[in-house]
């Protein structure tokens, strides 16, 4: 390639981010060049630049998936219909479909066959490497855009030893008069112009189309031309398609992708075996070559079984079923032909279920000639019946599981370690990671294999692994851990128990039986608090990659160490040196804590080893109707899918649709946090700071009366609370749900009294387990106004327990806007981070309140969130305007009894004021079932009666479909003025596909797709909404003020139209150490890196400046803010040069749009005021200045009102917190107005220490003030 478009989708995102990498360290391509790679918008962006490259004469490529691949389409068309030499390179995933998978399918490719692309499928590691090379040339040699595609994950992420091609060999392979004729000389030049894309008219279009038809005859044997070429370089020969197997076989398997590799070893084994089958793989799926297909097949053949992985639903078989079927038609032979589907979302494909498709063809005429393989339909009772535990690993492998934690590194290490074990070691390799669907903290497990013979097993390890580990203690009780472990292996234990007699109160029944019954050698290592005590924090993976090294035998250990301790050096050199040096003291201080455990042998007599049903807590607060549907689902699906049992559940267990009940994240209770925090009630001041902040919900303030708090579990802890007279009688507690908890900490650095502290959490769980059960089954109460920020604390927060990442920085917007509209809202949420945290099948984060009401939630794509939620709105809207129609018809029409008649009249008269309306709504609710069968009419509007309540619409997501590939339908949202509020959660990147650059990514970041730092400044999306007008527009950041954040989320929710709040999201990603995310955030806002503001069109309608910048000082350099980011400091390590430059021209524009918003936010007399003060000129007229200290808000309202009242008496006066202020100007102010409200015990705000400190300073002089008159 000599240029790439690209735009990150899992899992084809990192094929870009290699390329965008090798070309920011000036790596050349076959041509001496370096890449031209550039970011785009979107997937269509992408390939619609790449049809503008190839336009150009440029040999263009990118990378895609799944619903990428499908906004790619209509380009497709043309660069195929125009015959234009491209390759696309596609790690084939999943369809969205009722749910979202980001997993391995065909399902993308196969809705490409159509587009005239050739389509070429690489089987594993090796050959994505060498087909991919193939299909450039052959593009360039046929003129046909090649369609390149391989297994996502399965094959795309796994990491196997494969023998590379240097550039200077492929450049010999590089038709150079095919390049000139094919693609230069066909280039759009003004010196040789042509005409491309015009509008053709039924008349020829047809013929013009057929013309084409010549190309694709001859493109088969230009592939094999090509392959053939590849394999005199390097010895590797491929065929189009080709025949693995008995020569004599009857019955064969046709397949294409990574699953080929695993029937190509069962296949040996089977016919070693005495079995006379074989397999035709097929690479080139378009231009279907029947001659070449037939070819390979025997002449024995009689019967064929085709595996789609992909499900046409409706159609009379699957794509690959019905082109062999075609194909065999036209011969005239009898062959018996049957299709089956398999591996859909990447499930797994193993040697049992290719024996019982060999099984079915075997039957005849008897044999399904339809079905499924690898699961049990059991309502359509099209499923093959399989082996779970047969396997063809060749015997001489070594097989390894690691259980770990999202985020403790285990995949990284184990990545390095494969790397180790095959470049070092001399070893076959194999490595594949299996997730679960937490954005962090979530259940992996590592499959790996090494030995002396090629590794054709594409599926995961389910028997015979040598050694196992588990990283985390909690998994003892979750998962079965030693299904797979040999007799005799080896089975270290990451966990802080360290007698016999701890480790049997711990262990479950069936553990211990596994552990005795297959002699398994046993070890234990406290990695967790050792990696603490080295100041690795989560990170376990070297401790537990040294335990393996020394104890698994597949190097000798002293080697294994040496190549361990190199690649740390190179895995954690970006991340600083202290990194390095703690990891490094990782490797020899695992050796001290690993210690042998001996078994009993009356382990292996443990008689009960069945998982008991868990008995699920009743929440009180919760109606009984959903605790029964959410206890079912619970039980029939949840708890089979977090215990890794998903893959054994019927088809008859799933709804049709895909819908599932909220509320179920309460019973996850996954107690992963090594350590959680404790409340200290005698140093509270009871502000609700810690609730606020807390990204997963887990610690809250419960108020109880005195009968309560005397019926409350034994140590249970609250204080009297106080607050004013709303509080009288009641007593406060904060509580902590530490099964829930992720250890982020972040409440405990963002306490202003220092009233928590973190404690490990074996040590405090059973204490507090019944205290959190007991608090939640309290009556929700909340005395304060709910639009404060204490107030808004004890409102039920919806949203609780998600599967986000610790100390995640998106959480907390949308868990306080749950706490203030939950029972009303109607989310449409892009897909992205909070699509996975908040819509992750079987755990709904989202809860109910005691009248069952919540959030309902809904995910479309990503380009498509605006219009999706903008839909959902309109269509609610027109179906309640005509409930209104029919309510008012009712009252005409109608003989309704009194009740009814004024709940009606008072309904209309507040139809769309969820507050005031609540009440006719109760009257309505009670009165009208007793009335239905009286009228139509009435049944018809009591149908209807989930729609008397407004709704709250919101429509989420991240920056990166807000600012890139949804920013489109985002601005038509917004400029059509309807009632709609859309929330970004800024994280200024790509955060959920690893990373990447978006332009919401500021000047000088270094992320994925911007690995020499991003060029460009960050997009000012809110400026932009800000010029219609009519939009409602707030930038946020609720560490910064979090009483700003409350009030904005308020203004936008009440006003009649389209508001837009920007939401500063600090991510894990950014290099920062999350507990102290909240910290940063002030420090960005202090520094001006990211500007609080509202802007108000109702304020323009009543004659007053819209925009108020609630940020109104720069108090900080920020090129000091940067460099505590390691998305910054990366750009000085690199070149500092380039830092220097790129910071300094990011603090000027920073400054620059801070005084813009400035002045935007002031009156005609501020800014002319403003602007006399900059050239030096005196002011004239009376003026004053009100400063004001206030945390929770009220003391800025008042100073608000008191400023609007001079204003009246037309008074000059501004308003400002006393922080926000220029200290050094205030001896030129005629008039100062101090107004503060103490906080915590008589502590002035944080918005005024700063001016306090320097009012304090005993160095002014004692006339400082002396021409300025003031009041406190």
Known sequence: S?????????????MGEHMDNWASQQKQNAFGQTVRVITMQSEGGAVAACHGSVASGVLTSTFTASQGLLLMIPNLYLIAGELMPYVLHVSARTISKHALSIFNDHSDVMACRQTGFAMLCSFNVQEVQDLALVAHIASMRSRIPFLHFFDGFRTSHEIAKIKTIPYEDMRQLVPRDALQKNLRDLALNPQHPLIRGTG??????????????????ACPDVVQACMDEVAKLTGRQYKLYEYMGSPTAERVVVMMGSAGETAEDV???MNKNGENVGLLKVRLYRPWSAKHFLAELPETVKSIAVLDRTREDGAQGNPLYLDVCSCIMDTGSPKLVVGGTYGLASKEFTPGQLVSVFDNLALGEKAKKRFVVGINDDVTHTSLPFDETFDTVPEGTTQCMFWGLGGDGTIGANKAAIKNLALDGGLNAQGYFSYDSHKEMGATISHLRFGEVPIRAHYMINSGADYIACHHPSYVRKFDLLAAIKPGGIFVLNCPWTTIEQIEENLTPKLKQDLASRKVKFFVLDATALALELGLGMRINTLMQSAFYRLSGVLPVEQALELLKVSINELYSKKGPEVVKANLKAVDGAEAGLRKIEVPESWANVSDVSVPKRELFHHVNVPDGVNKVVDKFIHEIMDPVLTLEGDRLPVSTFVPGGVMPPATCMHEKRGLAPQVPVWSPDKCTQCNYCAIVCPHAVIRPFLCDRNELQAAPEGFMARKATGGAEYAGMNFS?????NDCTGCAICVQSCPDDALHMEPYEQVKA???????????????????KNTVKGSQFQLPMLEFSGACPGCGETPYVKLVTQLFGDRMVIANASGCSSVWGGTATTNPYTVNEKGFGPAWGRSLFEDNAEYGFGMAMGTKQRRMKLKLDVEKALGTCDLPKTLRSSFEGWLGCFDNYDKSAKFVDWIEKSLPKHVHEDPLLQEIYDCMDLLRPQSHWIIGGDGWAYDIGYGGLDHVLSRGENVNIMVLDTEMYSNTGGQSSKSTQKGTVLKFAQSGKKEMKKDLGMMAMTYGNVYVASIAIGANYNQSVQAIREAEAYDGPSLLLCYSPCIDWGIDMQYQMESQRIAVDSGYWKLYRYDPRLAAQGKVPLQLDSAKIKSDVKKFLETQNRFKQLLRKDKKKATEYFEDLSVSLHQSHEDLKRKSMDNFELLDHLKAMLGEATTGERALVLY??????????????????????????CQAMDDYDFDNLPNENKVFMIAATCGQGEFPDNSKAFL?????????????????FAV
């Open 767 to 785: 204490r507090y387990l019944d205290h959190w059960d007991y608090a939640i089954s309290l009556p929700q109460r909340n005395p304060a106004d």
């Open 734 to 738: 904060i509580q902590i749900s530490t």
């Open 200 to 217: 053709q008219r039924p008349d020829i279009f047809f013929q013009a189309t057929v013309a084409a038809g010549r190309f694709y005859e």
């Open 267 to 269: 296949i040996d084994y």
């Open 2 to 14: 000599e240029s790439s478009f690209i735009s990150p989708i899992s899992p084809a995102t990192s």
């Open 1253 to 1269: 400190k320097a009012i304090s300073n005993p160095a002014l002089p004692s006339d400082w003030l002396g021409n300025t008159q």
């Open 1189 to 1214: 200290a206030s945390e929770t808000g009220t003391a800025a309202d008042v100073a608000k009102m008191f400023q609007a009242e001079l204003k009246r008496r037309n008074v000059r006066a501004k």
